[in-house]
Nanobody, 122 residues
Framework: QVQLVESGGGLVQTGGSLRLSCAAS????????MGWFRQAPGKEREFLAA????????YYADSVKGRFTISRDNAKNTVYLQMNSLKPEDTAVYYC???????????????WGQGTQVTVSS
């Protein structure tokens, strides 16, 4: 069992930056691939990024490649999402998730956090 808690969301202006954190419970964090997803109102959940168990390699959706960076600190049981050059269309609830395998498919992720709201004003 892994419990995930996101933090770091908030309101930011277009072009600004935010860093999301996801803290995991338990001693098995390093055995999971970690991913970030988001869901905007009226839209399906969207894969953003994933990081392998050791921190490399990483995977990104085209929509965030070059703007977002995923990283992890296994000593702190935490995964991060650094978001730069934010746009109004990045407004959504952001979720972290844990999977036994690297995947962009949300159904392959077993554990999910409760989400953190990110709002980008124009």
């Amino acid at each position: 069992q892994v419990q995930l808690v996101e933090s770091g969301g908030g309101l930011v202006q277009t072009g600004g930056s935010l860093r999301l954190s996801c803290a995991a419970s338990g001693r098995t964090f390093s055995t999971y691939v970690m991913g970030w997803f988001r869901q905007a109102p009226g839209k399906e959940r969207e894969f953003l990024a994933a990081v392998s168990r050791s921190g490399f390699p990483t995977y990104y959706a085209d929509s965030v490649k070059g703007r977002f960076t995923i990283s992890r600190d296994n000593a702190k049981n935490t995964v991060y999402l650094q978001m730069n050059s934010l746009k109004p269309e990045d407004t959504a609830v952001y979720y972290c998730a844990a999977s036994r395998s690297a995947s962009i498919i949300d159904a392959t992720y077993t554990y999910w956090g409760q989400g953190t709201q990110v709002t980008v004003s124009s």
